[in-house]
């Protein structure tokens, strides 16, 4: 039962953040559509005005990815007697792929919601390509991150999530909705 309250208490000081880091993006194109999110961003990315909002979304994106530094479940403590060890084969497989799929997931959201999707120089053919080709740099930016930080203790993520995220995001909320209101 802790443990359960623990992880309910971590999923939600990151996911609220999220949450709010895409309503800014939302409410700059003025539509939940993402082909209407997408097309708003003909003139300009998304990432460029919402550069803060996007940098909440990957961080917060590494955390619910359990991706380091966030990776929690994985601790070295817990690697002999986690929910680990009792997976093998194809079970252990499938729930390994579903952790990198979530990677891909995240990434093609952030793609669609900060650097214009699908859109791209070149004809209409190339649109396809261009969603992948962003979306596979943001994934390899997850591995190269990995190889790069160190993990965080479970308080620090709770500190991140609720004193720093959340303030960030809802105050980038807030500066988009006057911005979006006196444009």
Known sequence: FLGAMRSAAQLISYEISMGLALLG???MAGSLSLTAIVEAQDEIWFIVPQIIGFLIFMVAGFAEAARVPFDLPEAEQE???????EYGGMRFGSFMLAEYIEMFVISGI?????LGGWQGPGPPVLDPVWFLVKTLAL????FWIRATLPRLRYDQLMTLGWKILLPLATLNVLVTAVLVVVW
């Not at 690697?79 to 060890?85: C, D, H, I, R, S």
């Not at 952030?110 to 900060?114: G, H, I, L, R, S």
């Open 25 to 27: 993006a939302v409410m």
């Open 110 to 114: 952030a793609t669609t919601f900060f």
């Open 79 to 85: 690697l002999v007697a986690g929910y680990q060890t």
């Open 139 to 142: 994934v390899f930016f997850f």
